[in-house]
Every structure is written in structure tokens, then in C-alpha cells.
């Protein structure tokens, strides 16, 4: 039997839009995941400036955007943990409660960048295999961000990448637009635009 293989994708959802779908199905595909697992951050470690939208409502967006595909998974830990949210912790966690599995951490590759400000670097890239998402194929993503917290051999091992389409979607952007009374229609699943308007979310 092969080793289960999971797809840690985070971030603040906020809101959950087509992009984040697509690009966790191309990963899904690419990558041949059992699962791909949403977890939503409570406070995101470096973007502490903005507060996210209440939680439980990131949470009903992402249980409505997901449901249908079952292997698209909801998983509410960094919310239930409270305070900052460290990858880290969550790692550690899912490692716990998934010992045979082989996680994979998804994220943009322009997020490798950045990896070295994470905390705990070292330790996260010993439980964790690395997604990196290169859009629209541009280049190889920046695999030596990630060099000097493993072995040679370990660092050629951990390394994923996914090419996936470039798609000029963000949540800031639709925050904005429902701000200014635009629509947002395609840019987020038809249940989650409900939702939106019936909650009155993002337009003060």
C-alpha cells in the first residue's frame, strides 16, 4: 500500500476565491494527493498589520467553496489553536496525527523567498515535503531559499514543483471591489458570492 500523501494549503481565505481552487487542484493532480487540507490562519505571523474577517465566516466560505470534492478537506486547527499562526505548530500537529503519511506544503513560489523568516525553519522542512507553485511555468521556483536548512540529499528529496496558470485573482482585490459596490461574480464560487451579499461582508 503507497504512503498517504497530504496537501497542507494555508492562508487567511479571505475570502476563499477560484484561484485558491484552481491552483489546489492543480496540486492535487499534479502531485497525485490523497488530500488537499484548507487550513485557515487565525493571525497569519507576517501579515499582522490587517485583522482577517471573523473567523466563523472564512470558515462557512471555505465549507461552501470546497464541499462537493471530497478531497478537498476543511481543517480548523490554527483557528481552534487561537493566537499566531505558526506552520510549524500545524505541521507538527498533522505529523502527529498522520505518522505514515507524507506531507506537502503548498504554497506560491515566490513564498520560498521568504522561508528563512519562518519559525522554526529547520524543523518544518524535516516533516515536510515542498509544493511550490510556479505559475504560468516562469523559471524554476528559488529551491535555494532552501538549501541551508538541509543535506544535499535531503534538499533534492523535498523538492515539488506544480506549474499551474497564472490567474490575476486576489482577496484583496475583491475586498476592494466589494468595497466600491463591483462585482465579484466568477471571480468567487456562486455560493460563496451568495453568501457574501446575504452577510453583508467587506462593504463597510
Known amino acids: 500500500m503507497s504512503q498517504k500523501k497530504i496537501g497542507v494549503y494555508g492562508g487567511s481565505f479571505d475570502p476563499v476565491h477560484i484561484a485558491h481552487l484552481i ?13 488537499v487540507r484548507f487550513v485557515p490562519a487565525n493571525i497569519s505571523p507576517l501579515k499582522q498589520s490587517g485583522k482577517p474577517l471573523d473567523s466563523k465566516h472564512r470558515v462557512e466560505m471555505l465549507r461552501l467553496a470546497i464541499g462537493g470534492n471530497d478531497r478537498f478537506v476543511l481543517d480548523t486547527r490554527e483557528l481552534d489553536r487561537a493566537g499566531v499562526s505558526y506552520t510549524i505548530d500545524t505541521v507538527q500537529s498533522m505529523a502527529q496525527e498522520f505518522p505514515d503519511a507524507e506531507l506537502i506544503l503548498l504554497m506560491g513560489a515566490d513564498s520560498l523567498v521568504d522561508i528563512a523568516k519562518w519559525k522554526s525553519t529547520e524543523q518544518l522542512l524535516s516533516l515536510v515535503s515542498i509544493g511550490a507553485i510556479a505559475r504560468g ?19 533534492n528529496l523535498i523538492q515539488r514543483k506544480v506549474t499551474a496558470p497564472i490567474l490575476e485573482v486576489s482577496s484583496s482585490n475583491l475586498r476592494h471591489r466589494i468595497r466600491n459596490g463591483l462585482s465579484v461574480r466568477y471571480q468567487v464560487p456562486a455560493a460563496v458570492e451568495a453568501y457574501i451579499k446575504q452577510h453583508q461582508l467587506y462593504s463597510d
Open 23 to 35: 491552483l489546489a487542484e492543480c496540486c492535487r493532480e499534479s502531485l497525485q494527493l490523497d488530500e
Open 137 to 155: 511555468g516562469v523559471g524554476e521556483p528559488p529551491w535555494e531559499a532552501l538549501r541551508p536548512f538541509v543535506s544535499e540529499a535531503r534538499w
